[in-house]
């Protein structure tokens, strides 16, 4: 008994200790989650709305792409998304400032750590703008969609080496592998002409169509017999009946900003009934999500697979990429799709590898807005 009396006696210290230390906090600090790096902050601001499955596949892309790269949403990272719908709400010069303006104000906000910027609009009056505005802020910004040369903005010195810590993905439409893939299905084509909206976007590619297809294409697939941008949609609608025989196919490049006698936008869904109802030669979209609306075949850039670009450059630079020195490329990205509804009603069957190979094929006109 006496032998086990200063056992029990250190032991019951020992406890005492313990519980004092306990109560009282201890002076070493535990591992705990406090280490790890809080989460990014990412900030994305779209051009258009999400009505538009482009933008919509842009989105989905760019956190796919953060994805890969190893950041998850709401773990490795925080996202805001701002939409500035500039092509059905806000399309005057002064709404479209208004909406940039918004979107400025948020960048001030949060205080993001890099900002994704899709189409044109979103890249010159956002992150140029604010780069311009705040050159000692250097926001890393990664952009995808756009039409425009980019190294025409003060920002960006080249696209082989930007220099600011702005680079991205741009958007060339693929001609030749368009018209090749049209001459496939309609063998008999020889003749094709392309129309689009007025828009800046459609200004920015047709402005840049000569040098990207017309003066540096040898066998061309298909003769391009003009390349019309219309205002109004009654504009568009004399157009298209009058290439009914000059023309075999119907190129599209976009017709969401036609307006009525009004000034107002024509809506997508308004433009593809009309064409459905109205137009007998194959369409060939110059935009790979068109079918979804109704347009019989379309081809081209992919929006999704753009974001996944736009996504893993980000993911690049956050891992300390530095964004100056990451060369501005087109990421060539191409996908086709087909819409079965409207083929029926032109009498049109496409190959089974034609469709097998296919990103999307759908059944129902009206997909789109």
Known sequence: MKARFPFLLVALSSLLVAAFTTACGSSEPTPTATQASPPQRVLVIHSYSDRFTWTRDQNTGITEGLSRAGYAAGQQYELETFFMD????????????????????????????????????????????????????????????????????????????????????????????????????FPAASRVVILGDNSGSSQSVANAFQQ?????????????????????????????????????????????????????????????????????LPELGLVAEWAEDGI???????????????????????????????????PQEIDAAYNLERAKTLGVTFPPEELAAAAAVYDTLGGGN
């Open 86 to 185: 500039t092509r059905l709400t806000y399309t005057s010069p002064e709404q479209i400032k208004q909406r940039a303006a918004e979107a400025l104000g948020m960048i001030e906000d949060l205080g993001p750590d890099i900002i994704f910027v899709t189409d044109d609009n979103a890249l010159r009056d956002v992150a140029v703008a604010y780069n311009e505005e705040h050159p000692e802020a250097a926001i890393p910004t990664v952009f995808s969609g756009i039409n425009v040369d980019p190294s025409i903005y003060t920002p960006i010195q080249s696209l082989g080496r930007p220099r600011e810590p702005i680079t991205g993905a741009l958007e060339r439409v693929p001609y030749f592998a368009i018209f090749e893939l049209g001459k496939r299905l």
């Open 212 to 280: 990207d297809y017309a003066d540096s294409t040898v066998n061309a697939p298909l003769e391009v017999l003009d390349f019309v941008l219309l205002a109004t949609f009654e504009e568009w609608k004399k157009t298209v009946l009058d290439y009914q025989d000059a023309a075999d196919i119907i190129g599209i490049l976009n017709y969401h900003q036609l307006t009525d006698e009004n000034g107002a936008i024509v809506t997508p869904r308004q433009v593809v009934d009309w064409m459905v109802a109205n137009n007998q």
């Open 296 to 330: 019989l075949v379309s081809a081209g850039n992919s929006g999704y697979k753009a974001g996944i670009y736009a996504g893993t450059l980000g993911g690049r630079i956050l891992g300390g990429e530095d964004p100056g020195a990451i060369p501005i490329a087109d």
